[in-house]
């Protein structure tokens, strides 16, 4: 292995890709193409719903540039978190689209697929045998909370991509994933320092956010070679230095040099950073220590009640200097009216322009100068009915509630929508959010089952 070239075109399949910046990946001659289709940023209700977080269209747009390049060149195209969260309704739904784009290209390949949904049964054995463990800040798993789930997945490590590689895969489009194994797998399968490819990996698998100006929008090239590894960026319009390399090394991660992934641990400490050309940089250094057993994070997402939300806003100078009393005045006078009805719900108001974006966390609560605020008002309830009329009774409420000084009847509440009342579906938390050991390597082959289709 002189080198492998890694074109990573997108920082998420589905964000819009740069196609002038893909053309310059693809005239590189990169050996893989490789991104990221999802993750758990945007919370859980996506892994429970089967949604996806992007438009069906931009998908299938990226898609389709994706595979076309990737097929023109004869070189592998790897996909991982299909459809954002990477279970199977998620992955289905990509595969879909996969299929559509090959008909109507004329493209053939042999696809791999890689699964990542598991049976309640799985994580109900690994529980009861003592295999499961919360990641921090997280409840300690019950039998119930694993039953709540609507889907659970594992999040795989590189090792089930190297399978479909191994099996001659054109294209592989994978569940649930660790950000870096998608885009390290191929240079580790041929034969690269893994130290050098996750770090890589971990660099570039936000495309051009590790670049200047920053953006997940446009594409980035990684070069794994021996003893080192590139940064490129192909777009004139930008440029990649140790600063904005290094700054990337500690985005998302809780430790300044060190970063868990599921067969080890990544170590920046001795890393060395430099530049290498005007628009790449040269990065030495990297070390990983694999584990003994490697980890598999597993994530649930289970329905938690209904919301019901209204938005509203004032500029009304005697309401917004007593906005605590009249938030605790509405509600209190709901709480009066519906009794043990709004004992089964949550109400949360959010003040914006006061704390809404940090809670009470704000370091500055204050409200001395505002000329307007703005309210969000949801409520959760175990069904969307009660949500729906314990919200219907906040509005009513709202519009007339009496406060010292109030120089009108009704009118201090500006509803920008009709109706008042928006019924959002079901809730979703993380019901399961923990780690769980492999016993035996083999055992990822029943984890994360693999299924080659020939289009």
Known sequence: MEEVRVAIPISAVGYGINEDTLKALMARDPHVVAADAGSTDSGPYYLGSGHSNKARASVKRDLRLMLTAARAHRVPLVIGNAGTSGA??????????????????????????????????????????????????????????????????AQMGV????????????????????????????????????????????????????????????????????????????????????????AHMIYEVEHPYLQEEPGGTQDFSAARVEQAGERAVRITGSRFTPRARPTLKLE???????????????????LIKQIDYYVEGVTAEVHKVLGDLTAQCRIDWKVYGRDAVMGGMEPTPTIDGAHELGLLVQVLAPTQEIAHDVCTLIEGRMIGFPYP??????????????????????????????????????????IFPLELITL
């Open 88 to 153: 199977r309704p998620h992955h289905e739904w990509m595969l879909q689209i996969v299929r559509e784009i090959a008909r109507e290209e004329g493209l053939s390949f042999r696809l791999a697929v890689v699964w990542a949904e598991q049976d309640k049964s799985f994580v109900h054995a690994r529980l009861a045998a003592g295999n499961i463990r919360p990641l921090p800040g997280v409840h300690p798993l019950t039998p119930a909370h694993i039953d709540a789930c609507v889907h659970i997945v």
């Open 159 to 246: 090792e089930p991509y190297l399978r479909a590689l191994d099996a001659g895969a054109d294209v592989v489009l994978a569940g649930r994933s660790c950000d870096t194994s998608i885009i390290a797998s191929y240079p580790i399968w041929r034969g690269a320092d893994p130290a050098l490819a996750l770090h890589m990996a971990k660099i570039t698998e936000c495309g051009a956010l590790c670049a200047y100006p920053s953006t997940g929008r446009d594409g980035i090239m990684g070069v794994v070679r021996e003893g080192d590894f590139l940064i490129e960026t192909p777009n004139p319009a930008r440029t990649v230095t140790p600063f904005s390399v290094a």
């Open 300 to 318: 649930g997402s289970a329905v938690t009640g209904y919301r019901s939300f209204l938005i509203g806003g004032t500029r009304d100078p005697f």
């Open 405 to 446: 000084g109030a120089k009108t009847r009704t009118a201090h509440i500006a509803f920008p929508f009709s109706p008042l009342i928006h019924d959002s579906g079901p809730v979703y938390r993380f019901d399961v959010f923990h780690l769980t050991e492999v016993d035996r390597a083999e055992d990822l082959e029943r």
